[in-house]
């Protein structure tokens, strides 16, 4: 009796741990497939949930591990990926971890150690072929490319992620992104209408965005305003950011059609969904306080003037006034915003091609050329009216203009790490002008804006230094330059500083001539020869 109850409880234990073993395989494979299925229908969080079910279960589940990976990739929690990436590359032998992984480095801002593991993932891939991740692979190396500089073989790689899956639209963007980028608005145009034939998903908001913009960049005003149109439709009230990115672009576009009614509603509605507080910070902050830095030094340099009621009657040359500074900044920021127009309007059809993609770089170029042109002659003439000689005093004469080659080539070496370590995640903005297109505009902008020294040193720091004392005129030649060239504002002052203390020690403009010379074709020298150069001016 005792032994047949024994073992009908060893029976019944046995029984339980064996349903309850397979129960839990069961729970598992089933929380794992449903983590498949919702990543594969874009519901990231439940996909997420899903795999860490899956986990809990059965922590050494390899395959539910990876796909928690990918899931976190796709959310942005890098870290997280990278981590159990390297946990599961040793137990999935396969080229997709090794794909994976090397894209969560490269997210982390790791490119050299992404491409050793893409090395990896091909010899992997030689062994057991896999089309999916052969584009995902080739996807990431023309990222590593682009960020590198090196664009054609970018191009190249994102043609061969387009042949491995010619329906994944993250390939197609990616290339239509760095066409625009590169001033080739149709290529990417045909690349995403091609996508959009090909599939007939003409769904997809970023797809109808990026189509947007490649159309505006063309010169497509009416069909780019369409596309943005059914983006933001698309939208709904999922991505607030891009709303109001899609909103802005169809209120300059609006505008430049003459439509005021509906881009003030466009502008009005992405100012009521952009976070304001991100949008006036950084450089536009910097800008604002140098600003405040020119009126404060000018309130100071006013206060310690004595009052005076006599009237002074000069015989013969006479001086310039800080006013006159002032009236040949504005007439000439007048004439080249002036120029930029009527060339937006009679090139591009575009009244507002200074923000408009891919039209904005030579329109740019064009207004720092008229701008530090009519600033020399101005300043010439303002000179010459006063009865002075223009060459002597504004340009003057050095015996040491290997100074000027010094200081040029240490703003050269302070713009490019300025560039290359980002301070603040670009928040303080770029140079001023776009030199990933060296475009003949382009060129002769940075051959001339050095002329442009001849005013904020030549003229403004005489001037300024008679009315005030030489301190201030440091202070405002610095300030005027900064904030007349916008970005980035915090740099240029510095480099201000730098020219007005130099200009100070020798009262002459050729040092300061020579510096930006050296400077500006520096720039243009580097971009030309180096990849890495070249790559920090893509935004």
Not at 472 to 496: C, D, E, M, N
Request: negative net charge; glycine residues 8%.
């Amino acid at each position: 009796m005792h032994v047949n109850v024994a073992i009908a409880a060893a029976l019944t234990l046995l029984l339980a741990t064996l349903t309850n073993a397979s129960a839990q395989a069961f729970d598992e494979n089933v929380y794992y497939q449903q983590c498949l299925r919702f990543e594969a229908g874009g519901d990231l969080e439940t996909a997420r949930r899903a795999c860490q079910n899956a986990l809990q279960v059965r922590p050494s589940f390899a395959e539910a591990e990876l796909a928690l990976a990918r899931v976190e990739l796709r959310l942005g929690d890098h870290a997280s990926a990278e981590s159990r990436l390297r946990r599961v590359r040793n137990t999935i032998r396969t080229a997709e971890p090794l794909v994976l992984l090397a894209e969560a480095v490269l997210e982390g801002g790791r490119p050299d150690e992404a491409k050793g593991f893409l090395q990896s993932a091909r010899s992997a891939l030689q062994e057991a072929g896999n089309r999916e991740v052969e584009g995902r692979l080739q996807l990431l190396a023309g990222r590593i490319d682009e960020y590198s500089g090196r664009y054609d073989t970018a191009l190249t790689a994102y043609a061969a992620a387009i042949a491995a899956d010619p329906l994944n639209v993250g390939y197609r963007a990616a290339d239509a992104r760095l066409r625009i980028r590169l001033g080739d608005p149709d290529a990417a145009v045909g690349q995403l209408s091609s996508y959009l034939d090909l599939t007939g998903d003409d769904r997809d908001p970023e797809v109808r965005s990026l189509l947007g913009r490649a159309l505006w960049a063309s010169g497509e005003l009416e069909a780019a305003a369409s596309q943005l149109e059914i983006a933001h439709q698309l939208r709904g009230s999922r991505d607030v950011d891009a709303q109001a990115r899609d909103l802005r672009s169809l209120a300059y576009i609006y505008y430049a059609e003459g439509d005021l009614e509906a881009g003030n509603v466009a502008m009005q509605e992405a100012l009521r969904r952009d976070n304001l507080l991100s949008r006036l910070g950084g450089n536009a902050v910097v800008w604002a306080a140098v600003l405040l830095i020119l009126v404060a030094t000018h309130l100071v340099g006013e206060s310690r003037i004595p009052s005076t009621s006599g009237l002074e009657v000069v015989d013969g040359p006479h001086h310039w006034s800080v006013g006159h500074v002032y009236g040949t900044l504005f007439g000439a920021l007048l004439i080249s915003f002036a120029a930029a127009l009527a060339y937006g309007t009679f090139v591009h059809g575009n009244l507002l091609a200074l923000v408009t993609p891919v039209q904005s770089t030579d329109t740019w170029a064009l207004f720092f050329v008229t701008f530090s042109v009519f600033l020399v002659l101005l300043a010439w003439r303002r000179v010459t009216v006063n009865g002075y000689d223009p060459m002597d005093v504004l340009i003057g004469t050095s015996r040491r203009p290997l100074n000027g080659v010094g200081l040029g080539i240490l703003f050269l070496a302070g713009m490019l790490a300025y560039l290359h370590f980002d301070p603040f995640d670009g928040a303080l903005g770029g140079f001023y002008l776009d030199l990933v297109q060296l475009t003949p505009y382009v060129v002769a902008a940075m051959i001339l804006v050095p002329l442009s020294e001849v005013f904020f040193r030549g003229f403004v720091i005489p001037s300024t230094a008679r009315r005030y004392d030489r301190r201030i005129a440091t202070l405002i030649s610095a300030s005027l330059y900064a904030l007349a060239f916008g970005t980035p504002v915090a740099l240029l002052f510095v480099f201000g500083i730098l020219l007005a203390e130099n200009f100070r020690m020798r009262p002459n403009a050729t040092e300061a001539l020579i510096a930006q010379l050296t400077f500006h074709v520096g720039l243009m020298v580097a971009v030309t020869a180096s990849p890495w150069a070249r790559s920090l001016f893509l935004a």
